[in-house]
């Protein structure tokens, strides 16, 4: 990340319309009325390896967040940053270990899940077998993967939930949520299994910041 | 996670001596000097899935901590919770974007890196070859991920780190780097790419918190 040198410029954030870690910066972004420039990056033409982007976020991904002068990368830490620095509406509870319960669903989600189903990794985990087995093969991987975690995100959440994931209001784990849901619905996960992971995220879809945020909403949506 | 309603008792980790996320742990409560029991889970005998340790983390995984009459999950959770909670000395910068940065490279290595060379997704990956070619598929797999990572982390750090990765304090971000690179040397990772993390963690190999929190301390190292 570097800090630019230029007086701060309106914000910016590179995004792609289906990438769920961009996905959960908008929500943060409308959840808390900041007003941005969308800059799309459209991954199936890998424009994020160009050099151009590349001097811009060298890990070539998205979100990509230009604020205050300064250049963000990793989902994680652009939500933190926009937490401490636009505390109201909050994403997170007072409470240190109400805190750590949603510090921990973002982490299952975070960690657990999304890196393992993403797109390189799925696409990796098939390339030692036949062309005509692999898309097969991807698609189980990731149904997988995203089943094992939501196994374990269910029963968090039965512990956990209120109206949202942890107690009654939108926190950053609700961020998390609803784009990993829309990937399950992609690979087929059957989430009746899930009952309280479908509760919480049909009802945020109700938010006005979530339905601005969804990927249909984007300007580089192509579905 | 759930809330205990005894008193709150002794601070105790279920860790695994070689797991890369209990490490981080045991690395931030030596240095902010907390005492805790450590109790060893096999991972190799598979007792983190046992119904008594799923009772306490439904993840099956390391590291969970009780602490403060709470259990909490992931590494990232904690480590928060333990800077929010016991704030010096401090692992977390002060100002926003120099702590965005900290936890950008957390990001690297805690979403990108380590969660796909960890030792179920590893096996995973190698599932659909003949047995024979297993091992070898497996050791490619990991090396590529963190090559692939480090690739990106050597680029930031060199524009952030001083002493440590950030600046010249140390921070979160160093705690997720030593782990990670004891993991690449296992992977065979050549080294001489990445001069700026080697300088880092042989720097940090000096500190006593990383010293006492490093594999071969612990109670249950086998090596």
Same mark, same amino acid.
């Given at each position: 990340?570097?800090?630019?040198?230029?007086?701060?410029?309106?914000?910016? !954030?590179?995004? &792609?319309?289906?990438?769920?870690?961009?996905?959960?910066?908008?929500?943060?972004?409308? &959840?808390? =009325? !900041?007003? &941005?420039?969308?800059?799309?990056?459209? %991954?199936?033409?890998?424009?994020?390896?160009?050099?151009?982007?590349?001097? $811009?976020?060298?890990?070539?991904?998205?979100?990509?967040?230009?604020?205050?002068?300064?250049?963000?990368?990793?989902?994680?830490?652009?939500?933190?940053? %926009?937490?401490?620095?636009?505390?109201?509406?909050? $994403? !997170?509870?007072?409470?240190?270990?109400? #805190?750590?319960?949603?510090?921990? !669903?973002?982490?299952?989600?975070?960690?657990?899940? =999304?890196?393992?189903?993403?797109?390189?990794?799925?696409? #990796?985990?098939?390339?030692?077998?036949?062309?005509?087995?692999?898309?097969?093969?991807?698609?189980?991987?990731?149904?997988?993967?995203?089943?094992?975690?939501?196994?374990?995100?269910?029963?968090?959440?039965?512990?956990?939930?209120?109206?949202?994931?942890?107690?009654?209001?939108?926190?950053?784990?609700?961020?998390?949520?609803?784009? =990993?849901?829309?990937?399950?619905?992609?690979?087929?996960?059957?989430?009746?299994?899930?009952?309280?992971?479908? #509760?919480?995220?049909?009802? $945020?879809?109700?938010?006005?910041?979530?339905?601005?945020?969804?990927?249909?909403?984007?300007?580089?949506?192509?579905?």
């Amino acid at each position: 990340m570097s800090t630019s040198t230029l007086t701060p410029s309106k914000t910016k !954030l590179h995004s &792609y319309w289906r990438s769920s870690c961009s996905w959960r910066v908008r929500i943060s972004l409308a &959840y808390k =009325q !900041l007003p &941005y420039e969308y800059v799309p990056v459209n %991954l199936l033409k890998s424009e994020q390896v160009s050099s151009e982007f590349a001097a $811009l976020n060298p890990n070539c991904r998205v979100p990509t967040l230009e604020i205050d002068g300064h250049v963000l990368h990793q989902s994680g830490a652009i939500l933190e940053y %926009l937490e401490e620095t636009h505390p109201s509406p909050a $994403l !997170l509870p007072k409470d240190a270990f109400a #805190r750590a319960q949603v510090r921990n !669903l973002c982490g299952i989600i975070g960690c657990d899940i =999304q890196p393992i189903q993403n797109l390189a990794v799925m696409k #990796r985990s098939a390339a030692n077998l036949p062309e005509s087995e692999q898309l097969a093969a991807r698609m189980a991987w990731s149904k997988e993967w995203i089943e094992r975690g939501f196994d374990v995100l269910e029963r968090e959440l039965v512990k956990t939930a209120g109206t949202y994931c942890v107690g009654d209001s939108i926190t950053l784990a609700d961020i998390y949520l609803e784009p =990993q849901v829309y990937n399950a619905n992609r690979f087929k996960v059957n989430m009746e299994k899930y009952p309280t992971i479908v #509760r919480i995220v049909e009802k $945020l879809a109700e938010h006005p910041a979530f339905h601005a945020a969804h990927p249909s909403q984007q300007p580089d949506a192509t579905e």
